[in-house]
């Protein structure tokens, strides 16, 4: 594992140490294809009877969310979705989620479909959204990445075909890919990629984010099972609860990179000296929240030791209080990227009772 640690007390802008290369790479997906089917297989007959029971209904634009957790459609072709498992459980979030103040929960719909319900608890992992997505004759998407969406960022991006057509193509890394029926599939989405639909016919897929873990990884071919890219992994780490009297005394105030709020930034940039936001660890609506510039932004899900990520998103980056030998607090942040770490340690005071 490669660790880079910097420690700084007042942040202003380095123009001298940017990436400017916006888009996250990791070398371990380098040696790898680009798509895998893994071992997990599901009955088509009782895929097509739920997707049949939801109707035609309710579907609606797929949404991005930027780095900042504000959405917006994706508007220019034939391209719809529903959500089962949302931000919030919320049926109106056709978006993949990011850093938000809620985490993720079954929609409304998902009650109606009992064999997806059964599909998504068979995957041996947390579930982060899940969406049926329809693309419609002609259909054609942009080209584009989907940040950090593998697994040396702690998440993917899967697959399960319900209704396919030979005309209806997933175009990556210099090939077309139409996938069968009721497998379950992953591709490395943060490569270039296109989905397409020449026919006449529509193809639906479920597709399903999840957490990464060692159960799931198990169900990826041999090729993914090396040390090396095994040590690439950052597992996912299950929330652990707080007594209120251990979560008072985290309450703190900070100044953070205004950089880190934003998932999207560039690998490390949240270690260059830039701006500050006026940061704090604070309660809201019963549980702690990251606050900035005093307003409740994030909620906070406590993996132990006092280190959280946060809601909506994966231990890609997460923030731990700690407190020095002298009894004030610091915050360290951190992003993971494979068996890379970057920290960032920065002074905090506690906020008053």
């Not at 599909?119 to 693309?135: C, D, N, Q």
Request: overall charge negative.
């Amino acid at each position: 594992m490669t660790t880079h640690t910097t420690a700084y007390d007042i942040p202003v802008r380095d123009e001298d140490n940017v990436d400017e290369d916006a888009w996250p790479r990791a070398e371990i997906l380098a040696g790898l294809p680009a798509t895998a089917r893994l071992a997990l297989d599901f009955s088509p007959e009782l895929l097509l009877a739920d997707l049949e029971r939801l109707g035609g209904g309710a579907w609606g634009r797929p949404q991005y969310t930027d780095g900042s957790g504000a959405s917006g459609d994706i508007t220019g072709t034939d391209w719809r979705n529903l959500p089962l498992h949302s931000i919030g459980g919320h049926d109106d979030r056709h978006d993949a989620g990011g850093p938000q103040l809620d985490d993720f929960a079954p929609a409304p719909r998902l009650a109606e479909v009992p064999y997806l319900r059964e599909v998504l608890e068979s995957i041996p992992a947390p579930i982060r959204s899940a969406r049926l997505f329809a693309l419609g004759p002609g259909a054609v998407s942009p080209e584009h990445h989907d940040t950090k969406a593998s697994f040396p960022w702690g998440w993917l991006r899967l697959h399960i075909p319900i209704v396919t057509l030979p005309e209806a193509v997933l175009r990556i890394d210099g090939g077309e890919h139409c996938w069968s029926v009721g497998g379950l599939w992953y591709a490395d989405f943060s490569r270039p990629h296109q989905v397409v639909n020449t026919g006449t016919g529509t193809r639906v897929h479920l597709v399903v984010d999840t957490h990464v873990t060692r159960e799931l990884m198990a169900l990826f071919p041999p090729e993914f099972h090396t040390p090396e890219v095994l040590r690439s992994v950052p597992y996912h780490r299950a929330g652990e609860d707080l007594k209120d009297t251990e979560a008072e005394a985290l309450r703190c105030r900070f100044p953070m990179p205004r950089s880190y709020a934003d998932f999207q930034e560039r690998e490390g940039e949240f270690t260059n000296r830039q701006p500050s936001v006026d940061a704090a660890v604070d309660w809201h609506e019963g549980r702690l929240t990251l606050f900035l510039d005093g307003e409740p932004s994030f909620g906070l899900v406590h993996m132990g030791e006092h280190e959280f990520r946060f809601a909506g998103w994966v231990q890609e980056r997460t923030l731990q209080i700690v407190t020095t030998a002298d009894g004030t607090p610091r915050v360290v942040l951190r992003t993971h990227r494979g068996a890379e770490t970057r920290t960032l340690e920065l002074p905090a005071e506690p906020l008053p009772a």
